[in-house]
């Protein structure tokens, strides 16, 4: 379950944190619980059948525990996103852009308390979160899904290239931008000019896969 994986992540790293700091009560996992909540009652069915659940989130709090969340505000983001990215996959559910959390201030709020919203949003413009660029020209959108890279025919792309191995890497999805993981590929992975095993994609990457030269480009 998706907030079952935000829990875990808490539990393995940042929770004694949040514990320490937020003198009102309030537990970074209770934001996750609600979005949650929220992706449930939110919940549609898209022209195509396909179950559809917001993407776009806005944490409101008081001044006093964002102030205490200042050092960590990024990674509770991160996390919340991530957390909405796994409760989709296990419902089957798609989003109708990139997903999006925000967290604001307003006095209206009482310490310990928080409030949320929630919508469905697409990207500018209805582009998508980032793109692959191809040595043949052609662009490869990203977004909510995982793309595979590899000679195997039912990989998202598939390359010609000897030097690549048949299920050689994956494009997945993780925080607010994606991350390219080498699936223990003979030849490797390799972003401007180091190879990874995992890599954050920042506009303009070069990756290349065997000797296949591919760019990242955010949008």
Do not use: C, W
């Amino acid at each position: 379950m998706g907030i079952s994986g935000f829990e875990q992540r808490l539990e393995r790293g940042i929770e004694g944190f949040f514990g320490r700091v937020f003198r009102s009560g309030l537990r970074p996992v209770e934001l996750g619980r609600k979005l949650v909540r929220e992706m449930d009652d939110k919940r549609t069915v898209g022209v195509n059948g396909r179950a559809m659940v917001p993407n776009s989130f806005r944490f409101t709090l008081s001044q006093a525990d964002h102030d205490q969340l200042a050092d960590m505000v990024n990674q509770l983001r991160r996390d919340l996103a991530d957390a909405a990215r796994e409760h989709a996959r296990d419902e089957q559910a798609a989003f109708a852009g990139p997903v999006e959390v925000e967290i604001v201030v307003s006095d209206r709020v009482r310490p310990g308390l928080f409030r949320v919203q929630s919508r469905y949003r697409e990207a500018e413009g209805g582009a998508p979160a980032g793109s692959l660029l191809l040595p043949t020209g052609d662009r490869v959108p990203l977004g909510e899904y995982v793309v595979t890279v590899g000679r195997a025919p039912d990989a998202t792309i598939m390359l010609g290239d000897p030097n690549v191995s048949r299920r050689h890497a994956e494009i997945r999805p993780q925080g607010d931008g994606f991350v390219v993981v080498d699936l223990a590929s003979t030849n490797g992975t390799r972003v401007n000019g180091a190879r990874i095993s995992e890599h954050p994609l920042r506009d303009r990457d070069e990756v290349v896969f065997g000797n296949t030269v591919v760019h990242f480009e955010a949008s």
